[in-house]
Each structure stands twice: as structure tokens, then as C-alpha cells.
């Protein structure tokens, strides 16, 4: 477990710093001010003894720095800023030792504020963490201390509770919700004599497990030993001050002492040292890094430190959870199977209206899909829900069943073909029976996110040139989204162990960023050069050991967040950079007796202002990069956005026809068409029309190009090719009375196609159109 009972000491220390930086530049600037004061009212001594107050004062803090600095065995420009200070006390240049005063003082406080990094003490993970555990002996059960339970033991575990340690199940199953081992959001149901890891969450009725080990040897605890050996790992970035200090400050002494040599003038060895005190060094990267942050922190990215920031710009390996990064976390219905005869809307009503009552994550999933297709649902009757098994209920004088099934070997062949799919898709079945009768399946799966796809060819074009995926989830559906996505390799299965050794492989041979949002990332985080986390609904423990954390439920914020940190740190290291150089410039003219001291520091401090000026660009955006979308073009695809939610939920009539096409039902078929007929022309097709003549137009300015949209006005043209073939078997039909058995093949490859074809091209245009428009509460589904 992590000693938390040295945080208050750490806060209080850190307070302490922030004063001292404030009280330090409060007093620099007023002995300025004073002395300036003075001198305007002729008191000449008095404005000395201010500016030489200032002076003093600036010196003891910089010593500590330069002395802190090599106990490091880091060599810091600060020496300089000593030096110079020193040496105008020593010639008498005492406004030129004030003005350097409070040049360091303001580098100092925008240096520390920029990379003052954000303690990681992993509360929410020992937040998590039981207490307490139910101890059963005979008949008696009693709450002991969590550091009390033993081997063997015997344990109740409550619902909603917490599974203290690890062990087996004794009682006959248990639903249990591991995502925060896992990050896979769906239940699942373990049986008598199957393993349980602590940390997870007992989502069902209670049961009784047996302990296989003590609390400090399980699982939970193994995390946060984890995270917490991990997060030692992590180092400050070294700024970028001193790398350049290798070179600049042996060349400015050398200049100095040349210039004291053979002029035989100190003052021109201090002159010289006054315009190469590294304000631009001191002032530049902080101020682009800190305008970094606060443009990031704008558009919903928390970024810790300066050095996260920094890290962020170069890293060149990306490294992905999958649940509730590159998915939605959130299960959703895709599609509802029925038995020979039965109508799918109903069935969904129905259960639906069973589920109502229930906490469980898939049953609230079927809820919201019977709403989102604004079906009217009944409140049920009689509720019964068993653990492991689902919901049986009584509904509009019916009785209805909604969960597991295990399929018996003479299922019917539309329910082997219903689990057969539901295999191939990854997703989980919630099958329904209706007074007794096995009726339909309902079939769910977490979807990839809407803007996956875009965010990661934005990071590939940032410089990002390795994404991986580590997760807890089977290897199936892990393979089958990284195949979408174009992912560089995938890792499924993975324990936080795993994910550890994972992350810290990458890292050791390129800067390596890992997203993630469940408490199992939480480790991982911490091993990665930057750790991002997930945080508008991943764990508090993931946001704490991540440098970088996004508040919105947005992926593509990741890809803002490389682009502000790649944008910053160029300007950083080119505001540094142009400012050591004019440095340079002034020193020769200082070295030949040109810029005498006072005059070297205002040169330096209009040169400070320039390069200051220039590292506040960091604040804007790249407008080459940006999209700008007007508001009524933002509102157009909002608008389109949900009306693909509800098209999309249409698109099973296409395959239902289909289906029945293949099992020879004819006569069902060709009311079925006229169905598909009614759909394509009083729905689908003016939805598209309007798309062509509303929304592509408006996008052609945003995007550059009407040739943007080419290629989705090219699919329009195919799939109103398509609807029209259908209409002619439909008219074919009528004439006729009935679908001609010759007809059945053309028809089947229109509809299968259709259907293929409508699900790519809504995917298409909800990737790269429906993603430029900021998701409001209202947002649609991703699928």
C-alpha cells in the first residue's frame, strides 16, 4: 500500500516554495522601483542603497541554485546570473545589478510554475480498496479488518461490495463487474470454483469465496505497489536552459576574461556577463511551455507539468488501453434477432420493459436502445432477477425472460446463427424468451469511437510512428479493432503486470505516451514517459498517476494535446534560441566597449520582452491546422449526426428481408421489400439528397476542397443505384403477385450489398465530417 501520512508535509513544503518565489520577486521589483523613484527626485546615495539592496537580496538564491544545480550534476547558465551580479556590485553598476535582480526572480517564478509537477499519490486507488471483510464462520458472519483475513478463510461478499482478496468461489455463481482489473465493461458470471482477483465488483446478489491469500499478497494490492514503484521512475524533464548551458556558458566567460585581458576594463567583463545572463533561457521555454498549458487546459487537456508538456512534443510511441479509449466504454445495442415469424421491435419492447428494474450495465443497455428507438415501454410485474442467470418478469400478461442461455444441442438454426455471429462480432447476447419460447437475441458490444479513426491518423501525421494496444480484453475483438484502425501491433489478455512490462519495453527504445482510463492503467500510466488518462469517466486513480489528462470524453483532445505540445516546445527552443543569439550579438559589442553595463541590461530586457513576446504565440492555435466550422455548419452536423442514429437502427430491415429470402419464405419476403421500398425512398434517399445539397457544400470551405467530399457523393450515387434496382424487383413483384424465385439471387446481392455499403459510408462520414463538431449533451451514439 502507499504511505500517504507524508503529503500534508509535501503540500506544506510546496506552499512554502510558492511564497518564497513571490516574496522574491515582490522585493527585487520593489528595490527597483524605489531606487528609480529616488533617482528621479535627485537622492542619487538613496536610489544606490535600493538597487544595491535588490542586488544582494538576488544574490543568495541564485548561489543556492547554481550550488543545488551541480549537487545534481547539472551545470546551470545560472552561474552567470551570480557572476554578473557580483561583478556590478564590485564596478559600481548597481542599477544594471537591479534590473538582473529582477530579471531572475521573474525567470525563476515562470520556470518553477511551468514545471512544478503534480504529486502522484494514488489515493483513489487505496480509496477503492475494502476496509473491512465478512469473515464467515458456521452460521456466523463478522466484519474483521481487512489485514486479518487469512488463507482459507471463508468470505461473503456482498452486492456492490468489493472482493477483498483473492480466491475461489464456494457458493454456486457470481456476477462480477472486473473492469477495474480489465477495463472490459461487461459483466461477467464466474462459477463455484473459479478464481476472483481482489478489486473487483461484485455485481450481483452475494456469494461466498473462499481466500487463496492474504490482502497484501493479492491481486489489488499488487497494483499500487505497481503504480507506486512505476511513478519512482518517472523524472523531471531537464529543461532546456541547461542543455544549451553546455556550450554557452564556458563561450561567455571566455568572451568576458578576453575582454578584461585586453582592455584591462572589469567593467567590460561585467558588461559582458550583464547581456549573457540567460534571461531569454530563463524566460522562453517557460513562458511557451506555461502558454502551452493554459492553451491545452482551454480546450479541455490538463497538462501537469511543464516537462509532461515537453515529453508530449517528441514522443514517437503511442500506447492505448482499449476500453473507454479507443471504444466508448459504454455497451450498446447492434441488433436484434428474432425466431421464424416473430417481429423484432417487439421482442426489443419486451425486453426492455423486463429490464427495466435491473442494475445490470446490459440490461440498461437494452433500455436505452428501446429508447433511442422510441419505443413505449411497460412496467413490469412479478420481477425476478438470479445472478448469473438475468431478469424474468411479467409484461402485458406475458412472461419474459432476459439474459444468459446455454443453447442446447437441438437449438434452432436461427439461434446457432445468432451465437455463431455473436462470437464473430465480440459482442454479448441477451437472449429473450417469451412465456416459455426461446423469441429473439439481443446482441451488444462496446463500439469503437466515432473519432478513433481520425485521431489516430492526426497522430501519425504529428510524428507519432508506433501505436500499440495493451489490453485486458479477449484476443478476438482486441485483433479485430486494431485491424480497423490500422493499429502497429495489439496485445490482448493482458494483466497490469503485463501492461507494465509492456509500456516499459516501448519505452526503452522511444519516447512512449500510454492512454488510458480504468484503474488496471493506472501502473501503466505511471511507467510511460507520458501517462494520459481518460478522465471525463475513467478512474480517479488513472487521473492521478497520469501527467496528462483529458476532462472530456473526446479522443481526438490527444491529438490537440500533440499538436499544442509539438507547437510549444518549437517555439520554446526558437524563442531560446533567438534570444541567446542576440545575446551573443550584444556581448560582442559589450566585449569592445560599446554597451556599457546599464545600458547592456535594458538591451537585455527589451531583448527579454521580444523573445517573451514571441513564446506567447504558444497561446494561439496552429490556424493551418485549425477547422474553423460556422455555426449553422456545426449545427447541420449535429443535425445529420442523429439522423444516422435513427437510419442506422432501419438498416436491419435490409438484412431481416434478406434473411428471409434465404430460408425461402417468399410470401413473407415480398411485404418485407415493400417495407425496404418505403424505407430507401421516404427516408434513406432524402436524407443522403439533403446531405449532397446542404451539408457537402458547407463542409467545401472548412475542408479546403469540394474534392473533400467527393467520394461520399460518389457512394450517394451507389446507393441510390441500388435502391432503384430494388424498386424494379418490387415492381417486377407487383406485376406478378409474388417474388419470382429467379429474382432471388439479384435480390439478395442487392440487399446484402446495400446494407454493407450503408454501414461503410455512415462510418466514413461520421470518422472524418461528424467528428470537426464538438459533441454536445444531446450527442449521438457511437457504434
Not at 517564478?109 to 471483510?133: F, G, Q, Y
Not at 417487439?346 to 436505452?368: E, G, M, N
Request: net charge negative.
Amino acid at each position: 500500500m502507499v504511505d500517504t501520512a507524508s503529503e500534508a508535509p509535501s503540500r506544506r513544503r510546496e506552499r512554502v516554495h510558492r511564497l518564497k518565489e513571490f516574496a522574491l520577486l515582490a522585493v527585487t521589483l520593489t528595490a527597483l522601483i524605489a531606487g528609480a523613484i529616488a533617482w528621479l527626485l535627485g537622492a542619487d546615495n538613496v536610489a544606490d542603497k535600493c538597487w544595491i539592496a535588490g542586488t544582494v537580496i538576488a544574490i543568495a538564491p541564485a548561489a543556492w541554485w547554481v550550488i543545488d544545480a551541480l549537487r545534481r550534476g547539472r551545470m546551470g547558465v545560472d552561474l552567470l546570473a551570480v557572476l554578473s551580479l557580483i561583478g556590478t556590485l564590485l564596478v559600481g553598476e548597481y542599477l544594471a545589478g537591479a534590473l538582473i535582480s529582477v530579471m531572475l526572480a521573474t525567470g525563476q517564478a515562470l520556470d518553477a510554475a511551468a514545471e512544478r509537477r503534480a504529486t502522484k499519490d494514488l489515493r483513489s486507488l487505496l480509496d477503492h480498496a475494502p476496509r473491512t471483510a465478512r469473515r464467515r464462520t458456521g452460521d456466523h458472519v463478522e466484519a474483521i479488518p481487512l489485514d486479518d483475513v487469512l488463507a482459507d478463510d471463508n468470505l461473503v461478499v456482498g452486492p456492490g461490495e468489493v472482493v477483498p482478496v483473492d480466491g475461489w468461489i464456494t457458493s454456486g455463481s457470481a456476477v462480477l463487474d472486473e473492469s477495474v482489473l480489465t477495463g472490459e465493461p461487461l459483466a461477467v458470471e464466474r462459477r463455484r470454483g473459479e478464481a476472483v482477483r481482489s478489486g473487483i465488483v461484485n455485481a450481483g446478489t452475494a456469494f461466498e469465496m473462499q481466500a487463496h491469500t492474504t490482502a497484501d499478497q493479492s491481486t489489488y494490492a499488487g497494483i499500487v505497489r505497481l503504480a507506486r514503484d512505476a511513478a519512482a521512475e518517472s523524472a523531471p524533464v531537464v529543461r532546456v536552459a541547461d542543455r544549451i548551458a553546455a556550450w554557452f556558458l564556458p563561450l561567455a566567460l571566455a568572451i568576458a576574461g578576453s575582454a578584461w585581458l585586453f582592455s584591462g576594463s572589469a567593467t567590460r567583463a561585467v558588461a559582458v556577463l550583464v547581456v549573457a545572463t540567460p534571461c531569454p533561457l530563463l524566460l522562453a521555454a517557460p513562458v511557451a511551455i506555461v502558454s502551452g498549458l493554459s492553451r491545452a487546459s482551454r480546450l479541455g487537456v490538463v497538462i501537469r507539468s511543464g516537462g509532461a508538456l515537453e515529453n508530449l512534443g517528441h514522443a514517437t510511441t503511442l500506447v492505448m488501453d482499449k476500453t473507454g479509449t479507443l471504444t466508448t466504454g459504454r455497451p450498446t445495442g447492434t441488433d436484434v434477432l428474432i425466431a421464424p415469424g416473430g417481429d423484432a421491435t417487439d421482442v426489443l419492447r419486451l425486453a426492455a420493459s423486463a429490464d427495466q428494474l435491473s442494475p445490470h450495465v446490459l440490461a440498461d443497455a437494452i433500455v436505452q436502445e428501446a429508447k433511442m428507438r422510441g419505443l413505449a415501454l411497460t412496467l413490469p410485474t412479478d420481477v425476478a432477477e438470479e445472478a448469473g442467470t438475468g431478469v424474468s418478469a411479467t409484461v402485458d400478461g406475458r412472461r419474459v425472460t432476459v439474459g444468459t442461455l446455454s443453447l442446447p444441442d437441438d437449438a434452432p438454426a436461427w439461434a446457432r446463427a445468432a451465437h455463431s455471429r455473436a462470437v464473430l462480432d465480440g459482442a454479448a447476447v441477451a437472449w429473450v424468451t417469451v412465456d416459455g419460447d426461446l423469441a429473439g437475441a439481443v446482441l451488444l458490444v462496446d463500439p469503437v469511437r466515432r473519432d478513433a479513426s481520425r485521431t489516430l491518423r492526426r497522430l501519425r501525421s504529428a510524428g507519432l510512428n508506433r501505436l500499440v494496444m495493451l489490453t485486458g480484453d479477449r484476443r478476438e475483438p482486441a485483433e479485430e479493432i486494431g485491424s480497423v484502425l490500422g493499429l502497429d501491433a495489439v496485445h490482448a489478455e493482458q494483466t497490469p503486470a503485463d501492461k507494465v512490462a509492456g509500456v516499459r519495453a516501448e519505452r526503452a527504445s522511444a519516447v512512449t505516451v500510454m492512454v488510458g482510463d480504468g484503474v488496471n492503467d493506472a501502473p501503466a500510466l505511471a511507467a510511460a514517459t507520458v501517462g494520459v488518462a481518460m478522465g471525463a469517466r475513467g478512474s480517479t486513480a488513472t487521473s492521478e498517476a497520469a501527467d496528462v489528462v483529458l476532462t472530456t470524453d473526446r479522443l481526438d483532445r490527444l491529438a490537440d494535446a500533440m499538436a499544442i505540445a509539438r507547437r510549444s516546445r518549437r517555439i520554446a527552443v526558437q524563442s531560446a534560441a533567438v534570444g541567446m543569439g542576440l545575446s551573443l550579438v550584444a556581448m560582442g559589442f559589450a566585449a569592445f566597449g560599446f554597451l556599457p553595463p546599464a545600458a547592456g541590461a535594458l538591451l537585455q530586457e527589451g531583448i527579454d520582452v521580444a523573445v517573451i513576446l514571441n513564446a506567447l504565440r504558444a497561446l494561439r492555435g496552429d490556424r493551418n491546422q485549425e477547422i474553423l466550422l460556422p455555426d449553422d455548419t456545426e449545427a447541420m452536423l449535429h443535425r445529420f449526426s442523429a439522423e444516422h442514429d435513427e437510419l442506422r437502427d432501419q438498416l436491419a430491415i435490409l438484412r431481416d428481408t434478406a434473411q428471409l429470402l434465404v430460408g425461402g419464405n417468399l410470401a413473407a419476403a415480398y411485404p418485407a421489400l415493400r417495407r425496404v421500398d418505403t424505407f430507401l425512398f421516404g427516408t434513406l434517399l432524402p436524407h443522403e439528397q439533403a446531405e449532397d445539397r446542404e451539408l457537402y457544400p458547407a463542409l467545401a470551405t472548412p475542408l479546403g476542397t469540394a474534392e473533400a467530399t467527393a467520394t461520399m457523393s460518389r457512394m450517394h450515387a451507389e446507393i441510390d443505384r441500388l435502391a432503384r434496382r430494388l424498386r424494379t424487383h418490387l415492381t417486377r413483384a407487383d406485376a406478378a403477385g409474388r417474388i419470382d424465385p429467379d429474382q432471388v439471387d439479384d435480390l439478395l446481392a442487392c440487399l446484402y450489398g446495400l446494407h454493407a455499403l450503408l454501414q461503410l459510408h455512415f462510418v466514413q462520414e461520421e470518422e472524418n465530417y461528424f467528428t470537426l463538431a464538438p459533441e454536445s449533451d444531446s450527442a449521438p451514439r457511437d457504434r
